[in-house]
Structures are given as C-alpha cells and as structure tokens.
C-alpha cells in the first residue's frame, strides 16, 4: 500500500491485528527486514511496515535528513489514524523514533529503539571510515547523511515522557557509551545489551527483538 505524507510517497504493509505498532527499519534497508520479527509481534499487535522515503518502494529524494524523516513518521501516524502506537525503530529508524517522541510527547505509548546514535560520532572509528569512504561511491544520500546527522541533544532525550526502550548489541558498531547515555538521559528508560550481537544480527530476518519487545511491554499497553 501507498501513502503520500509530508510530500512524499510511502509504501508500507501491515501485519496482524490489535494495537498498532511501527516498525522503522536502518539505512539502505527496507521494511523486509522485520518480516520474522513482524510474524511473532502480529500475534498481539497490528504491525505496520513502512519503508522510509528514499527506501525500498518508497519515493526517491535527493537529498536525506532525519527531521524530514521524523515529521514523515508523525504524518504517517496521523493520517492513518494510530491512536498511540507503539513505535520501534533499528538504527537509522531509532533516531527518528528519537526524534519525534521528543517532538511529540503524547504521540506514542512506547518506544523502543535498537542501535541508535546521537550524533555522527556515536559510530565506532571503523565503520565511520567506512561510511566516508562509501560516501564517494554510493549516490544517493543514504552514506552521507550519516557522516553530518543528526544532533540529538540531552535536552531532548529528556523531553521524551514514553515508556522507553534502548537496545544495542555487544559488539555493536554503536559506541557503548553513547548508546547508555541515551538510556541513562531519557527519565525511566531501561537498557539491554544483546550479548554477543553486532549492530543487526538480533534484528535482521531473526525474531530475538520482537520476542523481546513482546517481553518488556504489557498485553494491554
């Protein structure tokens, strides 16, 4: 399905059925993803599948940044109707859910975000490099967003009023204190390292994250 918010065309699918519940994959990614996880969260959750501008199906733009991406996601949930979603965002998705749950501090019930960053230089040196150096090649904006985005500062981590959820791996591409700053910042947040993770191996294609979403959240949130 087709959704046109924020002067962009975005494809999405749903799952399942009861609470709503968003799910925002990472950078040169798409919704496909979380299809595993999405089967198990579909038990108790409408799960909607979006692909983030520039993603997957979704309308192509010149030019990335995550505050576009952010008011994408709150139009997203508002023209479709989600009456206080859970929303769940892996890396590039968790700083949007970032983002618009401190924007926005009655919008959602929960959040719940894996591998997120603050600032650029919340990736490790390596991967950093990386990403500088794939920024050359790949032309699109996906590479070099990362390498000027985003800003997200403590008093906005500490605007955010949610139930709140913040999940690395071990061996995450994530530095680790970056990664505990976000959950000591945001009031009443709880952390969970994956251990023996990297950056996607307890998300991508695997249900470890929908078992744990399922774990921490309440059947009646």
């Given amino acids: ?124 040196d390596l991967p950093l490099r990386f990403f500088r150096l794939w920024s050359h090649v790949d032309r699109s904006d996906k590479m070099r967003i990362m390498l000027r985005e985003p800003d997200i500062t403590d008093e906005m981590l500490r605007a955010i009023r949610v139930p709140t959820f913040v999940t690395a791996g071990e061996k995450d591409v994530i530095k680790p204190s970056h990664t505990a700053h976000i959950a000591e910042t945001i009031p009443g947040a709880q952390l969970k390292i994956f251990a023996k993770a990297g950056h996607t191996g307890y998300i991508m294609r695997s249900t470890k994250i929908a078992d744990y979403i399922l774990s921490v959240l309440p059947e009646t949130n």
């Fill in 1 to 124: 399905m087709y959704i046109t918010v924020n002067g962009v065309k975005l494809y999405y699918e749903t799952i399942g059925s009861g609470k709503p519940l968003v799910m925002v994959h990472c950078n040169s990614m798409d919704h496909k993803i979380f299809r595993r996880a999405a089967q198990v969260l579909a038990q108790r959750y409408t799960v909607y599948l979006p692909d983030s501008r520039d993603h997957g199906k979704s309308q192509k733009v010149k030019t990335l940044h995550y505050e576009d991406m952010a008011e994408d996601m709150l139009q997203f949930i508002q023209t479709l109707g989600l009456e206080k979603p859970v929303f769940y965002g892996f890396s590039d998705g968790g700083i949007i859910g970032l983002l618009l749950a401190a924007r926005c501090p009655d919008l959602l019930s929960a959040l719940i975000v894996s591998g997120a960053s603050l600032r650029p230089d919340s990736t490790k």
